[in-house]
Every structure is written in structure tokens, then in C-alpha cells.
Nanobody, 125 residues
Framework: QVQLVESGGGSVQAGGSLRLSCAASGDIYSPCMAWFRQAPGKERQGVAAIDSDGSTTYDVSVKGRFTISKDNSKNTLYLQMNTMKPEDTAMYYC????????????????????WGQGTQVTVSS
């Protein structure tokens, strides 16, 4: 079992920045880790993924603005979000999966085995 706990969400004005964290514990060998988001009335959308070798994949809507990274010594996944837009408003979830995700496409939500409880991000115009 893997437990994932997100933090760092909040409210920010358009153009601002936030950094999300996802602390992992348990049987944490999960090569692929990712961030998803879900806005009210919409499907869960992949934002970014990172593989065990550090390779990253991004959704086109966040590429160049968001950066996914991880600190293996702290078992923590991060999402640095810059130049934020109102359309980034959503509940953000981290996920872990027992597969490799070198890209070039983001894995679908159904492939992941573990999920955090989510952290809310609100961007005002």
C-alpha cells in the first residue's frame, strides 16, 4: 500500500505561483508519479507525470508554466505552478502507478493504483 498526502493548495491571483507537494509513504516503489486535476463538472485531467528516471511529460495546457519534480530522499512529489490562470482552478490530486511513464503521452487516470485526497487550487482573475 502507498499513502499519498497532498498539500500546498490555496487561492492566488492570475499570474501568481503555487507549489504543491505530495508526501508518499508505505510501499513506495511506484515508478510513475503524476499530478491530475478536476474542475467541477469536468473529468479528471492529467497535468504532468514523472518517471523513475526523471523524464517528464506535461499536458499542453500547462507546458512551460508548470514543473513536476520529486525528491527521492524525502519521498515527495512537487508541482511548481507559475503564471497561473483562472482555468487552472481545480482540485489537484497526486497519483502513483506501478508502471513506467517515459512519455510522450500522459498516462490515463485509470492506470494509476494510488491517489491522494486532493488539494484545492483557486485562481482569481
Amino acid at each position: 500500500q502507498v499513502q499519498l498526502v497532498e498539500s500546498g493548495g490555496g487561492s492566488v491571483q492570475a499570474g501568481g505561483s503555487l507549489r504543491l507537494s505530495c508526501a508518499a509513504s508505505g510501499d513506495i516503489y511506484s515508478p510513475c508519479m503524476a499530478w491530475f486535476r478536476q474542475a467541477p463538472g469536468k473529468e479528471r485531467q492529467g497535468v504532468a507525470a514523472i518517471d523513475s528516471d526523471g523524464s517528464t511529460t506535461y499536458d499542453v495546457s500547462v507546458k512551460g508554466r508548470f514543473t513536476i519534480s520529486k525528491d527521492n530522499s524525502k519521498n515527495t512529489l512537487y508541482l511548481q505552478m507559475n503564471t497561473m490562470k483562472p482555468e487552472d482552478t481545480a482540485m489537484y490530486y497526486c497519483a502513483a502507478g506501478w508502471f513506467y511513464c517515459e512519455g510522450p503521452y500522459l498516462p490515463g487516470a485509470g492506470l494509476f493504483h494510488y491517489w491522494g485526497q486532493g488539494t484545492q487550487v483557486t485562481v482569481s482573475s
